[in-house]
């Protein structure tokens, strides 16, 4: 099996080429032209398809998660049609991803702490072994604790009130954020829920002590820059900009992590 590792393969033609099964990790594709190609159970994974074009596709049973600021299909931007679905199906998203001003915000986040509570609720009705099972190479609901309590303190204790290094060491970043010093990533730690609890609760109590005292000024106003690495980069950012990266957090990967469950409730993890 060939085996290609840091390794510069810019303007390569590959023609009657059999790549059934193949991997493909952190490959820079950009300007790469697809024709006559068979992509039938392909798994695409934290890509950027920003620009991209398909003509003359044959999509069926396709599905797409994620990020989607525009798309075109056949002409039709469906992007404003399937946030109107969105929000048809959960009344409550527009206020949860959507405030407007700081009594928006609190609201916002009144109903998180609400939903976040049920859910964990429905995950210690679990055997605690499956609090560690991952579903289709997702998080697992403890390491989902985690990686929220790490976004918490990066949007939060980082970027809006300044402190330059302020991560648990079980805190957990995306994966694949690159080693950053000062900045925890244990995989293998496996604390118990009440644990992973312990950091959610101090960084989501942080957040609801943020909200109590924000005004219209202090939403309107730019972060400090912080002095160090980490995460997000040490430049200013509207403070509104991190809210809303705090709700968008919390609201989808609750939306996961309820996926999750249900699948671990029928005892099929996919792992």
């Known amino acids: 099996m060939e085996r290609f590792h840091d390794a510069d393969l810019s303007g390569s033609e590959f023609e009657h080429v059999r790549l059934v099964g193949a991997q493909l990790r952190r490959v820079d594709l950009t300007g ?6 068979d992509l039938t159970g392909a798994a695409f994974r934290d890509v950027d398809f920003s620009g991209a074009q398909l003509r003359g596709v044959l999509v069926r049973e396709a599905d797409v998660s994620g990020e989607i600021l525009s798309l075109t299909v056949n002409g039709v931007d469906v992007v404003p049609l399937v946030e109107a679905e969105l929000d048809r199906r959960d009344p409550e998203r527009p206020t949860l991803l959507r405030p407007t001003d700081p009594a ?12 976040w509570a049920g859910t964990v609720e429905r995950a210690r009705l679990l055997p605690a072994e499956a609090l560690y099972q991952s579903v289709d190479g997702e998080w697992s609901f403890i ?8 976004a918490t303190d990066s949007w939060v204790s980082r970027a809006i009130q300044g402190d330059p290094s302020p991560w648990h060491p079980l805190e957990l ?5 690159p080693d950053t010093p000062g900045v925890p ?15 959610r609760h101090d960084g989501m109590a942080r957040v609801g002590r943020l909200l109590e005292g924000l005004t219209d000024e202090s939403l309107a106003a730019q ?11 040490p430049r200013s950012y509207p403070v509104r900009e991190c809210l809303l990266t705090v709700l968008n957090e919390e609201y989808h990967h609750r939306l996961f992590a309820e996926r999750d469950l249900s699948v671990l409730e029928a005892g099929d993890s996919g792992t």
């Open 32 to 37: 790469a032209r697809f024709q006559t190609v």
């Open 104 to 115: 928006g915000f609190r609201e916002a986040w009144a109903i998180n702490e609400r939903r």
């Open 143 to 150: 390491e989902t604790l985690r990686h929220l309590a790490f």
């Open 173 to 177: 970043p995306w994966d694949e954020m």
């Open 185 to 199: 990533r244990d995989r293998a730690a496996r604390p118990s829920l009440d644990e992973a609890l312990a950091l």
């Open 223 to 233: 972060t400090t820059p912080v002095d160090g690495p980490g995460w997000p980069e």
